[in-house]
Each structure stands twice: as structure tokens, then as C-alpha cells.
């Protein structure tokens, strides 16, 4: 009997004690599945391993720095716009994006509302884009090193973009949850293998035109995954996520009144972690 636990330890003690040198943020994951162990996406932190899994650049020929809306090379696999991947100058992972074009429909909402119109959601040739990065926006399109990258791993914090300039505009997230106490994001539910999620500045007599379409989760008192919370129904991605609006309850306190009326909604759960068994809050 003793055997078999430890021979279904394994995994976790290699994770937790072995390969204690390995940086806190080891993978990248997306799509909240209710199996911890399976369901979850793997995305490759390495443009190499990204072009031989059949991702491709989003604009062709385009360079790191060729963008003025967005920094890095930017990925996209089956035109599934659920998921673009943001690449430095050396190839490692940089940030993370999510598209959907103004014209998609149906959208009952009229999403997204003037007020969130390129602060978060840029307007970029007719796509909307929401953005994260993981390394400051300004170091993109030097790259890191091989030396930095297996130091650091997924990346060195959280910066999202809200506004039209990439680095002028992206918000540094506190790594620490102690940190954001004392910010407008407010503090949510735990949910296991997602976080303690944090929310910005939700009342429940906000209007839904105020509902920043961003939360955080930390675990441990850390920071991180992340996610995405579009107030429209986005079907044509094969990673995005549909809570039932009987779920929200479980991560937002309180529940804006609003969203009673937003219809179905889309989100995404972004881990910088390769596993979430351990995101007990
Ligand atoms: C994003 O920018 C808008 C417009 O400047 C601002 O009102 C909002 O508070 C910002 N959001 C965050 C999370 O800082
Ligand atoms: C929302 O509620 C707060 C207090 O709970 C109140 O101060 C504020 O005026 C209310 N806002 C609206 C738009 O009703």
C-alpha cells in the first residue's frame, strides 16, 4: 500500500523538491477543464516548438518591432484567434493576446462598450485585441537569453495592455498578493485549480460597460494565471470557456447585478504554470 502512494507521488515530489532550481513560472497552459490532470491546453513557450506544432505568424513578415500597436511576433494556429501567441526576438515566450473581429456576430451586447474601445480592447484592423506580456514590453524585441529564459521561465511578471502603445500603456501586475491590497483590484473567490481571483474595482451596481474584461488569480500569496472575461459569446474557438452564470458566483464577490442581463460570456484561464494542482488559493 505504501508503495503505490509513493509511486503516485512521484510526479509531485520531483515538481516540489527536485527540480527546486526550476523557476516558479515552468509552463503555459490555457482552458479551465474540470479534470486537473487533462483538458488543459500545453502551449510552447518556444517559437521553434510553435512553428513545428503548426503555429503560424498571425501577419506575415512582419518582425518583432513592425507593429505599433503590439510588441513581438505574433502566432496563431487553425485561425483560431482564442489564442495568440506572443514571441520575443529570440524566440521565446512573451506574452499572450486574444482577438475577435468588430463585425462578429451575433453580439445582442453591441461588445465591446466605448469605454473599454482600446483601453483594454485595441481596434486593430477591424480585430479587437486584449493583451498580456510577460516580460516588460520594452525588452520584447531584444529577446532574452537562453540564460535568461531557463532563470526566469514563462517570464518575469505580468503587464497588461490598456491602451494603443505597448509599452507606454501596458499596467505592471504586483507579483505579490499582498501588493494589490491596496489597488482598485478587488478580491474575489477561490475557486481550486484556478486561484484566489482578483477583479478591478467590481460593485455590485456597476454597469457592465465598467466590467474590465481581466482577472487575476494568485496562489500562495503569488501571482500566477490569469484570465480573460469578454461579456459576449465568442464560439469559434475551440479554447475559450462558457461559465454558466450560475458559476459566477464561485469567483466574483459580489456578483456585478449587470451580468444578470449580459447573456452567456467568454473567458479564458491563462496559467504560467504547468500544473494546477497545487492552486489551492
Ligand atoms: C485602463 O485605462 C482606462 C482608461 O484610461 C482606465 O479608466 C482604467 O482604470 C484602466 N484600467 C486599469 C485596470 O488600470
Ligand atoms: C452604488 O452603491 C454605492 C454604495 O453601495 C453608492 O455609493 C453609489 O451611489 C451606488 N451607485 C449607483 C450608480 O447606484
New binding site residues.
Given amino acids: 500500500m505504501l508503495k503505490i502512494v509513493l509511486l503516485l507521488l512521484i510526479p509531485f515530489i520531483c515538481d516540489g523538491f527536485l527540480f527546486h532550481n526550476s523557476p516558479e513560472w515552468n509552463g503555459l497552459k490555457v482552458s479551465w477543464s474540470p479534470n486537473p490532470f487533462s483538458g488543459f491546453h500545453d502551449l510552447p513557450r518556444q517559437r521553434l516548438e510553435a512553428v513545428n506544432d503548426g503555429w503560424e505568424l498571425l501577419v506575415p513578415n512582419s518582425g518583432c518591432d513592425g507593429h505599433a500597436n503590439f510588441k513581438g511576433e505574433r502566432y496563431i494556429k487553425n485561425h483560431d484567434y482564442g489564442v495568440i501567441l506572443i514571441y520575443d526576438a529570440s524566440g521565446y515566450i512573451a506574452g499572450i493576446q486574444i482577438g475577435f473581429p468588430s463585425s462578429y456576430s451575433p453580439n445582442p451586447n453591441r461588445y465591446p462598450p466605448e469605454t473599454l474601445v482600446n483601453?483594454?480592447l485595441v481596434l486593430d484592423n477591424g480585430v479587437y485585441y486584449l493583451t498580456a506580456y510577460f516580460v516588460h514590453p520594452g525588452t520584447i524585441c531584444t529577446g532574452r537569453s537562453q540564460d535568461e529564459f531557463e532563470e526566469t521561465g514563462t517570464g518575469e511578471g505580468l503587464w497588461?495592455q490598456?491602451?494603443t502603445n505597448p509599452v507606454l500603456d501596458s499596467?505592471s501586475i504586483p507579483k505579490q498578493e499582498s501588493d494589490i491590497v491596496n489597488t482598485?483590484?478587488t478580491r474575489g473567490k477561490c475557486f481550486y485549480t484556478m486561484g484566489m481571483h482578483y477583479w478591478?474595482?467590481i460593485r455590485s451596481n456597476m454597469t457592465c460597460d465598467e466590467f474590465?474584461p481581466?482577472f487575476l488569480m494568485y496562489n500562495d500569496g503569488l501571482l500566477n494565471s490569469f484570465g480573460w472575461a469578454l461579456g459576449m459569446n465568442i464560439e469559434t474557438s475551440e479554447f475559450l470557456e462558457h461559465p454558466p452564470p450560475t458559476s459566477y458566483g464561485r469567483f466574483l464577490k459580489p456578483v456585478p447585478r449587470c451580468l444578470k442581463s449580459q447573456g452567456i460570456l467568454t473567458t479564458l484561464h491563462i496559467y504560467m504554470t504547468d500544473s494546477v494542482f497545487w492552486n489551492h488559493c
Fill in positions: 483601453s483594454p497588461i490598456n491602451g499596467i482598485r483590484w478591478y474595482n474590465f481581466v
